[in-house]
């Protein structure tokens, strides 16, 4: 039977109206996109190998042993369509076919163009209109003929946790109707969405029906949320294979969710018991891919399989679609993220972390293969400017070492040298209460799984944040300030958030000194600045500055800050505090969050912990 693989998507969703070449590239002429007729007009040439529209050849091959397509299609007008693909190793597109067509304006042309993709990592095709007629294509899409035995029985839920975020949920609440309803594939009668309302400010009696179901949920953040959603989709065995789970803040393509439907019902061979991570784009900048999986390094940092790129061009969707992710201590964020059910059966629920680490230690507790395809993605804020100490210094280390203890995931000895120097880097530029918040995390590992198992997560995060420096415009600070710290107007337009210190610079910040131990007569009375990305210097130095401006990544926002030698004092004995006692008591806790670990992920602790019971 024939089995479809994929839609060709021929409306530019809004947050990438600017961005058509993710879709198609017009080479000549223009296009325009009908609503009435929900049909693309063409007049020219327009290139359909992009990141959407481009089929994942060697993906297909590699998943699920498909080796010919039929590019299905339905055209108006006068023209020919040019199926072209980049072969396995090469950079550029060669011709595959090339069919003619003539469509009059009441029955469309329809095509049926056969492809063998042996070979081919990338397959697309071109519209060129003949002079003096323009094309409307009605509807294309690329199939693939299987054995019916060989599909795999696929019911899809997808989970999205939402907290008081009504601009986004609701359009996507009817996004996902809308794109489900009017597919003529299997997804249609195999799938359901859960919304989990942490906020509880949804009216979810009219927004629930057949498609969707709307939980009301206490606020125990993303983990309590996605746990939630694994609960409905498993409370009933064998209702749902699989689970999306997905970010709240992001713009979507049904496509997206159609196509992680057919390659779930496709894959043959380890494959069938995978995870299908989606890509996170920048909703800032459409065309930039930032992460699809990443992997844990021994030291407890977080690496990104691939460096940013640019889909908008052929070269970079060719190195996406052609780096392998199926590496060691691999996770994949809950952007969106596709599980097994019988992944979560087998090896539990996440860990109540409210925020920061639990998909991560889903991940390394799962040790899954993933699978990863172009246009299988969301749109979602950047993170550049979003950084919150109490999120990514209390939150970050206080999860990552409860990681630790649960999966033995990195080396724990590297990761405590870790906190010591993000407290001592911290202290370098003034920032103290990053530096409590540091440790903060850490004592509150100390205090074992217990602590964890009776904490509001809520009112924890709402009573750190109001600790969080606060950040002001640039243009509301002290212009003469600025200009004696060195922050120049070519300062604050350079936007570049790569860094690439000199030896010499690597080597310094290396050495364990702090300017807190200098006397006075030894500091500059001159203000310093400093730009940073979270814990990562941009730009700038601080050193034997006793006043230094902080200017964050956008460099639109900063605040001063200045020396406090008995904070410093404070928070270094505090240090040696919290060490001595890891020395003495690292072994026990550790031992204790082992053991806790298959209660905190059970079905019976978040029933309890969530108040279902």
Known sequence: MQFKLANVVLEVEKHAKDFPELYYRVLSGDTSYSDDFHSLHINGNVDFLTYVNGLS???????????????????????????????????????????????????????DIDIDTTGYDLIGFRIESDEGYSVGLLNA?????????????????????????????????????????????????????????????????????????????????????FARGMMAATE???????????DDDVSIM?????????????????????????????????????????????????????????????????????????????????????????????????????????????????????????????????????????VDCYQYFRNFCAMIALDDCADEKMFVLRIQRGVRQN???????????????????LRGPEYLQKLDGAATMIGKGKLNEKLIPVSEMDPELLRKAGVTE?????????????????????????????????????????????SCTLEGNSTRCMTLVFLDPTREKGSVRTMDRLRFKSIRRREHELMTRYRKEGKSVRGAWKDAMPYMTSREFWEQYLGLK
Not at 66 to 86: E, I, N, P, Y
Not at 236 to 246: E, F, V
Request: with cysteine; hydrophobic share 40%; charged share 25%.
């Open 490 to 534: 070519q300062v604050l337009a350079n936007v570049n958030l790569e860094f690439h210190p000199s030896k010499f610079m690597k080597y310094w910040r290396s050495i364990p000194y702090d300017k807190h131990y200098l006397p006075d007569a030894l500091l500059r009375g001159k203000p310093g600045y400093v730009v940073k990305n979270g």
């Open 254 to 390: 049904p496509e997206s969710l159609i196509r992680t439907f057919n390659l779930l019902s496709l894959a043959k061979g380890k494959y069938k018991d995978a995870f299908i991570n989606g890509a996170m784009l920048s909703m800032e900048d459409p065309t930039r891919q930032f992460e699809d999986v990443s992997y844990v390094a021994t030291t407890g940092a977080y690496r990104r399989v691939k460096e940013d790129l640019n889909v908008g061009k052929l070269a970079d969707i060719l190195e996406n679609e052609r780096t392998n992710v199926e590496v060691d201590q691999a996770y994949g964020a809950w952007w969106y993220s596709c599980i097994p059910v019988k992944a979560i059966e087998k090896n539990g629920l996440p860990m109540p972390f409210f925020i920061r680490c639990d998909d991560v230690e889903f991940g390394m507790r799962n040790k899954p293969v993933y699978m990863t395809m172009n246009c299988i993605c969301v749109w979602h804020a950047s993170f550049e400017g979003r950084f919150r100490a109490s």
């Open 236 to 246: 009933t065995p064998d209702q749902y294979t699989h689970i999306i789970l997905m």
């Open 57 to 111: 050849a060697g993906k297909w091959h590699q998943y699920a042993s498909v080796d010919g397509v039929v590019l299905h299609m339905a055209l108006f007008g006068r023209g020919r369509v040019v199926v072209h693909g980049v072969r396995s190793s090469e950079l550029n597109p060669v011709e595959l076919k090339s069919n003619p067509f003539d469509g009059d304006e009441v029955v469309p042309c329809v095509l």
């Open 427 to 445: 202290l370098r530029d003034m920032d103290y209460q990053a530096a409590e918040f540091i440790l903060d995390g850490f004592e509150d590992y």
């Open 141 to 225: 899409s690329y199939l693939t003929d299987v054995p019916e035995d060989s599909i795999n029985q696929i019911n899809l839920a997808l989970s999205t946790t939402t907290f008081r975020n009504e601009q986004y949920i609701l359009p996507n609440i009817e996004l996902v109707k809308a794109g489900i309803s009017k597919e003529d594939g299997p997804i249609r009668d195999h799938f359901h969405m859960f919304v989990v309302d942490n906020g509880q400010t949804l009216d979810f009696a009219s927004l629930s029906d057949d498609l969707v179901t709307v939980l009301p949920n206490p606020n125990t953040g993303g983990s309590g949320g």
